[in-house]
């Protein structure tokens, strides 16, 4: 069974840095993409980041560019999306999301991904 299991959500002032993990599981493909998603009150899912594990290549939502970094640890099966100099904005629920695929890029748009995890809470506030 395919599934995924984030962590690493928090409160954090503005100006910190928080890590999320996405541990995969249950696949049974070598290569996928992870897509990283962040959704707050009111507004869309939004896609933040995404790499694909047979290649590392990744995307970045313009308003993260800088700021947010995602990485891949193939040996845990585990992404990460490290989150520096964190704003306001970045207030919301995060998502972490694969789609089962090996070539080309990935992509920040929902309805590409097949699989989605829990969301962890982040909180940018002082």
């Known amino acids: ?8 959500g928090g409160l954090v002032q503005p100006g910190g840095s928080l890590r999320l993990s996405c541990a995969a599981s249950g696949f049974t493909s070598a290569g996928y993409a992870i897509g990283w998603f962040r959704q707050a009150p009111g507004k869309e899912r939004e896609g933040v980041s995404c790499i694909l594990t047979s290649n590392s290549r990744t995307r ?23 989150m520096n100099s964190l704003q306001s904005e970045d207030t919301g629920v995060y998502f972490c999301t694969a789609r089962v695929t090996y070539f080309g890029g990935c992509d ?6 097949s ?6 809470q982040v909180t940018v506030s002082s």
């Open 1 to 8: 069974q395919l599934q995924l299991v984030v962590s690493g």
């Open 60 to 82: 970045y939502a313009d308003s993260v560019k800088g700021r947010f970094t995602i990485s891949r640890d193939n040996a845990k099966n585990t992404v990460y999306l490290q």
């Open 108 to 113: 920040l748009g929902p309805s590409w991904y």
């Open 115 to 120: 699989y989605w995890g829990q969301g962890t």
